[in-house]
């Protein structure tokens, strides 16, 4: 017997906005929403709850940046800090990604697909942070987690 399909929502935080994609643990695969923006340090929150209530996940996955030897980054601490807030505020679960090198891997897909064809306008920074949170979910969806000891 098959579990059946939930949705899981993940996010690309930073300190001007907040790159959010819904998937699911069936197709595994992620969808960029529109980011979130952030104002004096401090998230839409309205905007996530409208998300959250549209996907109802089960799980929140949020990406932990650190630098490229593994060490914690200049962000690492808020990060952690949304993603408790995340739990706090909704009641659900949130697990930890490393989102090291996510941009990259997300502006090189969006390039690609503009070379292509199937993409025609130029990537815009906004679109970046959302396509990032889809790279930190199909990476969660593919197994990857992160032990933070500090979560």
Not at 19 to 42: E, F, K, L, N, S
Not at 69 to 82: E, K, Y
């Amino acid at each position: 017997m098959h579990e059946p399909a939930h949705p899981v929502v993940a996010f690309d935080f930073g300190t001007r906005r907040i790159g959010i994609a819904i998937g699911d643990t069936v197709t595994a695969t992620a969808a960029p929403r529109p980011p979130v923006p952030v104002r004096a340090g401090h998230p839409d929150w309205s905007a996530i709850e409208r998300e959250i209530r549209t996907a109802q996940p089960r799980l929140l996955i949020v990406g932990i940046p650190y630098n490229a030897d593994g060490s914690a980054g200049a962000l690492t601490g808020a990060a952690r800090a949304f993603a408790a807030a995340l739990r706090e505020r909704f009641g659900l679960a949130v697990e930890h990604v490393d989102e090291r090198w996510s941009s990259l891997e997300a502006s090189a897909a969006l390039k690609h697909h503009r070379q292509q064809g199937t993409r025609r306008r130029r990537v815009r920074r906004d679109q970046l942070d959302s396509v990032a949170a889809a790279v930190i979910l199909e990476r969660w969806l593919a197994g990857e987690r992160t032990e933070d000891p500090e979560a």
